[in-house]
């Protein structure tokens, strides 16, 4: 079932989000000092949240939602 998939999907993106933002509450806000001070893990977990949020996006907007809208048939696909 597609629909379910996908929302698997976005729970891992969802769980990887919540764990760089909570390794990040140690080291947030950023000013120029604290950014240039910045180690690779820190960066990492920036990395981290800035990529799962973009993939989240894309899961829900390319998959998701229109497997919903397809269920429901609110919606052309051409």
Same mark, same amino acid.
């Given at each position: 079932?597609?629909?379910? %998939?996908?929302?698997?999907?976005?729970?891992?993106?969802?769980?990887? #989000?919540?764990?760089?933002?909570?390794?990040?509450?140690?080291?947030? !806000?950023?000013?120029?000092? /604290?950014?240039?001070?910045?180690? $690779?893990? %820190?960066?990492?977990?920036? $990395?981290?949240? #800035?990529?799962?949020? /973009?993939?989240?996006? $894309?899961?829900?907007?390319?998959?998701?939602? !229109?497997? #919903?809208?397809?269920?429901?048939?609110?919606?052309?696909?051409?």
């Amino acid at each position: 079932m597609k629909l379910k %998939e996908y929302i698997y999907q976005c729970d891992i993106h969802i769980k990887r #989000i919540d764990y760089a933002y909570n390794k990040m509450k140690d080291f947030m !806000p950023l000013n120029y000092v /604290s950014y240039e001070l910045l180690g $690779d893990e %820190e960066i990492g977990h920036i $990395d981290q949240l #800035i990529f799962r949020f /973009s993939k989240l996006q $894309d899961t829900m907007g390319a998959k998701l939602f !229109p497997e #919903i809208l397809k269920r429901y048939k609110t919606y052309e696909f051409y």
